[in-house]
């Protein structure tokens, strides 16, 4: 005879274990709601009271938890904490049933409604759906939650639709919508409007004002950083993306550009930037402006203007730096290339000079450059002489300086981008009668198109001439508040008013933001 060893029966995970082994059904149940309004948190809070009661009603079942996501979209299962806290309790063998309302309660994403549903099967673990009456465990339960899941997908994906056309509706009545939580400078009243917190808009405040005085985003980042100084959403580390976002943001003069990016997918809710697919609405004066107008657009100018590289005589081009006051500042005045700053060590002897690039990259220069190398204090020397040079003749330079502003003034267009902008709303006017009679109006089209170009071209020569005006206004100001000489080099000064120092053999020539040149002997 055959020995026989015997295996004792285990605790079976799952509800297909004998009444004997397991008296009760471990039951939990799993409640969501599509929204965090107050009908639907009351909605959240009648599903767990009804389940607690529910399964406790029944005395061969065991409550193993109410499990409930309030507020959290249906159409995928990634930041559902409670559902995915659940299936790890099944997983492990402490659930042996599940209940829930409805499919779309469980899941609005057929992939993932299945998903679950066979990995939980696999368990021998039930998914009960009350109101569609449905077990899992059935034989032609996966049949019917297919096609229940389709229709939850489906209707998911029409109420996705509808939100979409209620924004769009609120966009083009204006209404604007952001989320305060991370945007730095503003709150919210109890109405819901942006209103400036004072003291995050003085660090708006200042990364713009420093932006503009020549300082690099890394620099600006690197700052506040070290003055301890929180992001909008609350942390210590500034990168220099931030900087740039908070810079190009339209909100900080007060309007707001609807609908910058797009949701190209409801189900994973991947959203992408808006470059055509659907209409933006820009909406101007929306709320109080932390930077007047006139800043913001110098700040793009500024932004613009350091994306287009410097191009030197072999047209080779150079990137901008704002890591030192005098960065793309230095010109060679034999070859037109700019200065690089280069740290020397000369026999153990170190020290910090600018030269000359064609000097530094002969192979790729585009003449035997011979201009002098200049030593980074030489260059300090330099521009505390030109400021004192103004302050000597104070008056003189202001009068100067007066004639240029009067200058800058005369030279303004005839048609202002107020008087284009009166036209071009008298011919959208024409251009929709038109339209709607259908009648030709391609010429009006053209038009539109010519006067746009036009608009566009009269803001640009405004922020120029207003620019010219700012740094000549600057530069009077220093001159009337500095009564005296100075007589230690100021990086500060150096990075707001001088636009460019040139090098020759035995002068620089100073040329300030306001136009103003000094030559220095040197």
Known sequence: MANVTIIPARRQVGNNVKQA????????????????SDEQETSYETQVSHYTEYIKSH???????????????????KKRDEFNRMIDECMAGNIDMIITKSISRFARNTLDCLKYIRLLKDKNIAVWFEKESINTMDSKGEVLITIMASLAQQESQSLSQNVKLGLQYRYQQGKVQVNHNHFLGYTK?????????????EVVKRIYLEYLEGLSMKKIAEGLEKDGILTGAGKT???????????????????????KTVTTDFLTKKRVRNTGALPQYYVEDDHEAIIPKDIFMQVQAELVRRRKVHTGPNGQKRIYSGNNCFS??????????????VHWNNHGCKSIVWRCISRLEPSRASMNCTSRTVKEELLQEVTVKAFNRILTDRDGFIRQMQENIAKAITTADTMSPDGIQTRLDELQKELIRKAN??????????EILRL???????????????????????????IKKQQTGITEFDESLVRKLIQQITVYDDHFTVRFKSGLEITINA
Request: net charge negative; charged share 35%.
């Open 21 to 36: 082994e397991q008296p009760k059904l471990r039951i939990a149940a799993y409640c969501r709601v599509s929204t965090d």
């Open 59 to 77: 005395s061969e079942w065991e409550l193993a938890g109410i499990f409930a996501d309030d507020g959290i979209s249906g159409t995928n299962t």
């Open 189 to 201: 009243d109890s109405d819901g409007h942006l209103v400036i917190d004072p003291e995050q808009a």
């Open 237 to 259: 580390k500034w990168y220099d993306s931030t900087i740039n976002k908070i810079l190009r943001n339209e909100k900080y003069m007060g309007d707001a550009l609807l609908q």
């Open 328 to 341: 793309q500042m230095i010109v060679c005045g034999e070859c037109g290339e700019l200065y690089r700053r």
């Open 437 to 446: 009679s259908k009648q030709d109006y391609d010429a009006i089209a053209d």
């Open 452 to 478: 746009r170009e036009q608009k566009s071209q009269a803001e640009a020569d405004t922020r120029s001439r207003e620019e010219t005006r700012k740094r000549i206004t600057e530069l009077q100001d220093f």
